[in-house]
Nanobody, 123 residues
Framework: VQLQASGGGLVQAGGSLRLSCAAS????????VGWFRQAPGKEREFVVQ????????SYADSVKGRFTISRDRAKNTVYLQMNSLKPEDTAVYYC?????????????????WGQGTLVTVSS
């Protein structure tokens, strides 16, 4: 599975962005998908994951209530709606597909990764 993340950019604090993660090569409709992020000088951290059918989601405490993950299985795409963005949300955001139908917060459970998209939130 090849994943392509897009939608990043520069936004002011309090603004919104929607990231997309599109799969090619084969469908990932039966795989859980997660978003992770890595800020400069920091380790990659879990943001959110969604199960194969969208019935189960899990958010990091730092984004809960501000970010929403969803998926369109027909379009083979997962979305991350980010609202009320803060400067500390600045990072490269990566989408990843898990081996299983239900995701994890552990990056090691995701063998397929996109190239990342940069989100910069100015204060």
């Amino acid at each position: 599975v090849q994943l392509q993340a897009s939608g990043g950019g520069l936004v002011q604090a309090g603004g919104s962005l929607r990231l997309s993660c599109a799969a090619s090569g084969r469908t990932f409709s039966n795989n859980a998908v997660g978003w992770f992020r890595q800020a400069p000088g920091k380790e990659r951290e879990f943001v959110v994951q969604i199960s194969w059918n969208g019935g189960s989601t899990s958010y990091a405490d730092s984004v809960k209530g501000r970010f929403t993950i969803s998926r369109d299985r027909a379009k083979n795409t997962v979305y991350l709606q980010m609202n009320s963005l803060k400067p500390e949300d600045t990072a490269v955001y990566y989408c990843a597909a898990a081996r299983s139908s239900y995701g994890s917060r552990e990056p090691s459970q995701y063998p397929y990764w996109g190239q990342g998209t940069l989100v910069t939130v100015s204060s």
